[in-house]
């Protein structure tokens, strides 16, 4: 539902594009109709240039190489270039060459095309081959990705759009921004006075008065990942998105609900995507990059790194 456009509170649109909804709102109503369009362009050009479901996209293209070196877009190279840098904060919990595993659990078209209820997988999963096998030069702008290796940008290309978008709309329409993609939180700007007021729940469409807690931001990004949204079933097994690359299966749920914050929301992402991998290690691993996060347990039991706000629901 879009907010009424009123000079005293920030204006919001709202828009379905990759599979989810992405929201803008701006500090300066005037701003809103320069701020959509932005964000929409941004959304179409990820689309078109790092989509796994599209043929016609630019990262399905690379995929069709054969492992022969590449010379992409200067949003491709970026992509991979994030993706590869989250591997390696994240000692590779969140590794993008888990593209075959994805595909061979089930996940191989948009989400909302696929089969809920499918047969048995034919082969058991198996461990990803790694970031580092993809080479990158950004000297030629050019990618190498192995031959029979498949990219998937998701766990980074929300996030990034988010980010992409929020940094082109604050200056060109002088107004603080908030940008969300399926939840992925990016801001900029001067933001309104309090901060922006985010809610945090398992799923990013859940209306304001189900959130599990409310927090507000200032400044850099937030996001949550969860196990419990995108699932799917296989010979009546139960899976999700989030794969551990150590494994090439979805991981099994020690928390079902992780929400971090950072200087960006592709660093926000990549911690609370990290942290579902990390399991029980999750707190140790999050407090040594230094990031404030909230994570549910299996059993509903919540617990909070480096200083995340106490629980607040929103009002009912």
């Not at 701003?31 to 240039?49: N, Q, S």
């Not at 929020?166 to 002088?174: F, T, V, Y």
């Not at 985010?198 to 931001?217: H, K, W």
Request: negative net charge.
């Amino acid at each position: 539902m879009l907010a009424p456009e009123t000079h005293d509170q920030p204006a919001l649109r709202t828009m379905r594009a990759i599979g989810t909804t992405a929201i803008v709102t701006v500090t300066e109503p005037g701003a809103i109709d320069r701020a959509e369009a932005v964000l929409r362009d941004e959304l179409v050009a990820i689309d078109v240039t790092c989509s796994r479901f599209r043929p016609d996209s630019e990262l399905s293209d690379l995929h069709r190489g054969n492992g022969e070196r590449r010379k992409v877009s200067a949003l491709l190279f970026e992509a991979i270039r994030v993706a590869c840098d989250v591997a390696r904060r994240t000692e590779g919990a969140v590794d993008p060459t888990v593209g075959n595993a994805v595909e061979a659990l089930g996940y191989d078209r948009d989400f909302a095309k696929l089969d809920p209820w499918g047969v048995a997988l034919e082969h058991a999963p198996r461990p990803t081959p790694g970031w580092w096998q993809i080479e990158l030069d950004e000297r030629q702008r050019t990618v190498r990705v192995p031959a029979g290796i498949h990219i998937d940008l998701g766990a980074s290309a929300k996030a990034l759009v988010a980010d992409r978008a929020a940094r082109r709309i604050a200056p060109r329409a002088h107004t603080g921004v908030l940008v969300s993609v399926g939840g992925d939180v990016a801001t900029a700007g001067a933001p309104p006075e309090g901060g922006w007021a985010v809610g945090i729940a398992a799923d990013s469409n859940t209306p304001l008065d189900d959130v599990d807690q409310v927090v507000t931001i200032e400044s850099g990004g937030l996001a949550s990942s969860a196990t419990a949204v995108r699932t799917w079933h296989r010979g009546g097994r139960r899976l999700h998105h989030i794969v551990d690359p150590a494994t090439g299966d979805s991981v099994t749920p020690h928390w079902t609900l992780a929400s971090a914050t950072g200087a960006t929301c592709v660093e926000a992402n990549a911690a609370s995507t990290a942290a579902v991998v990390w399991g029980r290690r999750a707190p140790t691993k999050l407090e040594a990059l230094g990031q404030p996060a909230r994570l549910v347990r299996h059993d509903g039991q919540v617990f909070t790194v480096l200083g995340w706000p106490t629980e607040h629901r929103s009002p009912s």
